[in-house]
Structures are given as C-alpha cells and as structure tokens.
C-alpha cells in the first residue's frame, strides 16, 4: 500500500503529529515563519546595517607586490599578508596570478603543484636550520597510542579506515622520493671517483 | 607569540612567529582565548585546497579578548571580549550592502569566488588564522561582536561559524512546517543543522553517516532519526524506503570535500586532488529528496570540478541552493535561541587541546579517534 501515497496527490503522514513534535523538542517550529529566518530573503539591501563608517575602505599599503587574481579590477582594499611568495614556488605561484583566471584549471592546477613544492623546499630548508621538521611530532601520529587509535577503528562499522593506510604515503612518499634521488646521486658520485 | 603553522599535507607544529601588526586603521589584534578546528581546516590540513602555503596560521573559529586597535576603529576598545565570524568583511561593498558579507569583495585579492575567510589558505585571501595566540582582525567596526555577558566562551566560539553555519543550512533548505529532512554529515555542522530544522518545523529530521558515536549524539542532541550508511547496500534506495517511495522534502549536505561513501570519489578528490571534492554526500542528497525538493550545500569544496548529478538534479526539478554562512547576519536571532536555552552549542564540544599539543589534535579530528566530534584550541592552557 506503500505506493499509494506516493503516486497519488496527498503527502505520506508523518510518524509525529506537530503537536506532539512542539512538546519533545525545545524551541519547535520557533523559525516557523520565514520572517524570523535571518537570511531570508537571501538579498537584503541595507547599506548601513554593518557599523562601516565608510563607502569605500582605506586602502592598506602593499608592501610587496601582491597577486591577484585577473578577475579583479585591482588589488583589493584590504588583504592578507601571511607568508608572501618565495623561491620557486613563488614563482609559479605568481605566474598562476598572473596568467590563468579562477575560471581556468591550470590556475589551480599550478597553485596545488606550487603547494607542494613549497612542502618539499620548505622541508628539505628546515634541515638546514636550527627548528627541522619533525615527521612524528607534526602529524600527531602519536595519540594514536593515547587517545584509543586502535578501540577507535576496531569493529567499528567504518568506511574511512579503507583508505586510511594511504595518509603514511602521502606524508612519507616525499621524503622517501627525496633520499631516493640523494642516495643515486651519492652513489653516482662514489663511483665516479672510484672508477 | 606561540602559533600553529603548516608544514605540508598531515603536518602541523607550533612556532614562534611574529606578533600581528596593525596594517590597516581599523584593524584590531585579539588575544585568542578560544579556537576551534573545524571539518573545513581538515581541507587544508590534506593539502586539498589549493595556495595553502607553509608557514601559514590556520583558524577560522575563534574568540578573545580586543588588545590593540587601529587609530580608525570606533566600535570596540581594548579589554573588549569579542567573537570572529569566520568571514572577514567590509560591510559596503556591493555583496556586503545586500548581507552577503560571505560574498564580499574587497578582501580577498586572491579569487572571486570566495570571500575572506582567517586562516583559509590564500584562495580565501591569505590571513592568518586565530589558532595561535594573537590574530590580526580587519574591519574591526563591522566584523567582531562584544560576546554578551551571559554567554559562555566555549558557546561563543561555537557561533563564529559551526552553529551559524548549520542553523543557515537549514535556512537554505527553506523547511515548511511538516517537510521530511534529510542531513548528510552528523559532524558539528550537521547535527546543528539537524537541531535547528526542527526549529524550523520540520516534521521528520534523518541524519546519516558512517560513524557510530556521531549518530548517537544525533539522536540525543539533535532529536533525529538515523542510519548508519555502511549497513545498506544503497542508502539512497533505504531513503526512498523510509519516505513512502517519495524523498525527503529538502536534503543538507553538511559533508562536503571528503565525503566516504564511495571509495573512487574519496580517493580521487581527497588524496589524488583530482577533484575539488568527493561529491558523494551531495550526489546521495541529490538523488534522496523528491523531485521539486531542495538540496541545501553547506559542505566545502575546493574550486576544482566535481563529478556532481547535476542531470539528476535537472531533471528532478530541484533546487539547490548554497553559500558560505554570513555568520553575523545569523547572530542576534542565535543569541536569542541560545538564551531561550533551545540551543546550546558547548554540548558537542569533546576536545580541549593545548595549542602546544594542536598537532595531535589534528590527527585526532582527522583520523576520527576517541569519539571526537568537535575540538577545542586552549592557547593559554
């Protein structure tokens, strides 16, 4: 009889009546009327509803060349400054800026390639300083010893810890590339001289 | 000062970085006194969305106290206890005159399409996030609040964007008294959005996910019916099951980018970056609800192409509709729900982590462990 509700014009009743629905949860239907939804209507135009005391924003000194995207007019009022573009992965991401609107793939496609060789400079860099990443301590890996790694998982109906064995690799597969490509060429270099 | 800072995909740690600077006149510096970590950081913790930078502070949810302003500001004064919506806004622009204040247009440099959000990567304009100490807040006339004397830091910090942003979804989904709503997620944003579409007259609210201890607290905390996904061989079908063979009324997708459900569209987008974000959850909530329904996106995704149904959402008549939560317009009528005691944010708070420790937080929120649902940044602990 399933069927009937459905291919016919009423709506399927539901478990609870409102009224019974009003009594067990706090604070039911209290939105009912979409006049008390505040983003309803989605548009509502009212200039001054924000405590801005100005029309348009002073504009914040820029004090590296900034990008941005080509989709803008000019460099926004006001942006952030973390970590300004540096190296080769300043590089690309300038050209990415500069060349390819949001619109095209190889603007996100240059700036995720950006980010990783960022990861990789930025790495390789910190051991040449006095703080060097820390593979251990940086991704927490740890609490799965202190906060139940295993009861958390185990038996547990899942989906996640399928692809869960992937995350080591993401994480490691980098360095393990790099000490790959350092121990060949040490080894070319070896050879060389003794041969 | 202390500050969380990335280092590449799965890895954090704490330095120490410069203080914040005033940079603009109506800047204000805040003293964190609460962060969150929110679903939406683990993005960027993968290294799915692209300009995330090494060095850069993540934190899009925080509170604290007013510790220097801009010689422009009027509105706040040091000392001032105050709450950040995630959006970084101007308030005149053309999208912020209209309250879109997620939409603005004149703070992020970097893309278009996306607004200003703290600590988001560069896509999301390039600011430094509140999971540190002291973060630089622009516009401090328009964006920050005083937090009311009655209100509870660990509920504060909850409104800046978790519970905004889940009480918007169900807005989105434009709930008639009586509609059967469906929620994909039962993470801090959707069991919000499950709690506040009964505030708006849903007469049935289903949540669905994966993990147990989630949809535990969705039966206790937000009152709704759920289904673990794993024990169906299709879920969609089990949906069309529970609603008479119709659909739900209107169905929210409060999962977005890393959605589990169908290991091609997981791994693709989450590890591969191949896509802007595994649409499982929105392609479930596309083919769940009836046709003529609404489908409510409140998940991120990154600015890629995902493979999403968009025939079936055609051809079903839907609507679908999504945004970025412009937190504040949310406020006044959150605050009085939180007053009136229907909601309280604080409640699904599992984690207070030191900022020392935010690197095991990280792992511990991303992996799932230890029933963690929503994890609190302590800076001062």
Same mark, same amino acid.
């Given at each position: 009889m399933t069927e009937t509700w459905t291919y016919g014009p009423a709506k399927p009743p539901l478990p609870e009546s409102t009224s019974v629905l009003r009594e067990r949860i706090p604070g039911w239907g209290a939105d009912l009327d979409p006049k008390?939804?505040?983003?309803?209507? &989605?548009?509502?135009? $009212?200039?001054?509803? *924000?405590? /801005?005391?100005?029309?348009?924003?002073?504009?914040?000194? #820029? &004090? @590296?060349?900034?990008?941005? *995207?080509? #989709?803008? /007019?000019?460099?926004?009022?006001?942006?952030?400054?973390?970590?300004?573009?540096?190296?080769?992965?300043?590089?690309?991401?300038?050209?990415?800026?500069?060349?390819?609107? #949001?619109?095209?793939?190889?603007? @996100?496609?240059?700036?995720?390639? /950006?980010?990783?060789?960022?990861?990789?400079?930025?790495?390789? @860099?910190?051991?040449a300083s006095r703080h060097p990443d820390n593979l251990l301590t940086e991704t927490g890996?740890?609490? #799965?010893?202190?906060?139940?790694?295993?009861?958390?998982?185990?038996?547990? &109906?899942?989906? $996640?810890?399928?692809?869960?064995?992937?995350?080591?690799?993401?994480?490691?597969?980098?360095?393990?590339?790099?000490?790959?490509?350092?121990? &060949? /060429?040490?080894?070319?270099?070896?050879?060389?001289?003794?041969? | 000062m202390r500050a969380m800072?990335?280092?590449?995909?799965?890895?954090?740690?704490?330095?120490? =970085?410069?203080?914040?600077? !005033?940079?603009?006149?109506?800047?204000?510096?805040?003293?964190?006194?609460?962060?969150? !970590?929110?679903?939406?950081?683990?993005?960027?913790?993968?290294?799915?969305?692209p300009d995330t930078r090494v060095g850069m502070t993540f934190g899009h949810e925080f509170i604290g106290v007013v510790d220097e302003v801009g010689p422009s500001v009027q509105h706040l004064q040091v000392g001032d206890r105050v709450m950040v919506p995630f959006n970084v806004f101007c308030g005149t622009c053309f999208y912020c005159a209209r309250g879109l204040y997620?939409?603005?247009?004149?703070?992020?440099?970097?893309?278009?399409?996306?607004?200003?959000?703290?600590?988001?990567?560069?896509?999301?304009?390039?600011?430094?996030?509140?999971?540190?100490?002291?973060?630089?807040?622009?516009?401090?006339?328009?964006?920050?609040?005083?937090?009311?004397?009655?209100?509870?830091?660990?509920?504060?910090v909850l409104l800046t964007d978790a519970l905004a942003t889940g009480y918007f979804g169900a807005q989105l989904g434009d709930i008639a008294e009586g509609d059967v709503v469906i929620v994909f997620g039962a993470g801090p944003v959707g069991l919000f959005a499950a709690k506040s579409s009964w505030l708006m007259g849903a007469g049935r609210?289903?949540?669905?996910?994966?993990?147990?201890?989630?949809?535990?607290?969705?039966?206790?905390?937000?009152?709704?019916?759920?289904?673990?996904?794993?024990?169906?061989?299709?879920?969609?079908?089990?949906?069309? =099951?529970?609603?008479?063979?119709l659909g739900a009324d209107v169905a929210v997708d409060a999962v977005g980018a890393e959605a589990d459900g169908n290991l091609l569209q997981h791994v693709s987008s989450s590890k591969l970056k191949l896509q802007g974000g595994s649409p499982v959850a929105l392609n479930w909530a596309i083919d769940s609800v009836r046709k003529g329904g609404t489908v409510s996106v409140i998940g991120a995704y990154g600015p890629l192409f995902s493979a999403v149904k968009l025939g079936d959402a055609m051809n079903k008549g839907l609507?679908?509709?999504?945004?970025?939560?412009?937190? =504040?317009?949310?406020?006044?009528?959150?605050?009085?729900?939180?007053?009136?005691?229907?909601?309280?944010?604080?409640?699904i708070v599992t984690h207070r982590i030191p900022l020392e420790h935010i690197a095991e937080g990280y792992h511990i929120f991303s992996a799932k462990l230890d029933g963690c649902i929503k994890p609190l940044i302590v800076p001062s602990a």
């Open positions: 008390d939804r505040p983003s309803v209507p &989605k548009l509502q135009f $009212d200039p001054h509803l *924000s405590g /801005a005391h100005w029309e348009f924003p002073e504009r914040q000194p #820029e &004090k @590296w060349p900034r990008e941005r *995207s080509i #989709e803008h /007019a000019f460099l926004t009022p006001v942006f952030g400054t973390s970590c300004p573009p540096r190296g080769l992965s300043g590089r690309i991401r300038r050209l990415a800026y500069a060349r390819y609107s #949001e619109g095209r793939t190889a603007h @996100w496609l240059l700036l995720l390639g /950006a980010d990783r060789v960022d990861t990789l400079g930025s790495t390789l @860099w910190s051991f890996v740890l609490s #799965e010893l202190s906060h139940h790694g295993l009861s958390s998982r185990l038996g547990r &109906k899942r989906t $996640d810890t399928i692809h869960h064995p992937l995350d080591p690799l993401i994480v490691a597969g980098p360095w393990l590339l790099v000490a790959g490509v350092i121990y &060949k /060429a040490l080894r070319r270099v070896a050879r060389t001289r003794t041969g | 800072v990335y280092r590449g995909p799965y890895r954090v740690r704490v330095e120490e =970085k410069d203080h914040p600077a !005033i940079e603009h006149p109506n800047d204000a510096i805040v003293r964190v006194s609460r962060a969150a !970590i929110c679903g939406s950081d683990l993005h960027l913790y993968h290294g799915m969305m997620s939409n603005c247009h004149n703070v992020n440099p970097n893309a278009t399409a996306v607004g200003g959000i703290y600590g988001y990567s560069h896509t999301c304009g390039g600011y430094d996030g509140g999971q540190a100490e002291f973060v630089r807040v622009p516009f401090a006339d328009v964006g920050p609040s005083k937090i009311p004397e009655w209100m509870e830091d660990e509920d504060a609210v289903i949540v669905i996910d994966h993990l147990e201890y989630r949809l535990e607290k969705a039966r206790t905390f937000a009152h709704a019916e759920t289904y673990n996904f794993t024990e169906y061989d299709d879920i969609v079908v089990h949906m069309k =099951k529970i609603t008479e063979f609507t679908l509709r999504m945004n970025q939560c412009p937190v =504040k317009r949310q406020w006044p009528r959150l605050f009085e729900h939180v007053r009136n005691g229907y909601l309280k944010p604080s409640d």
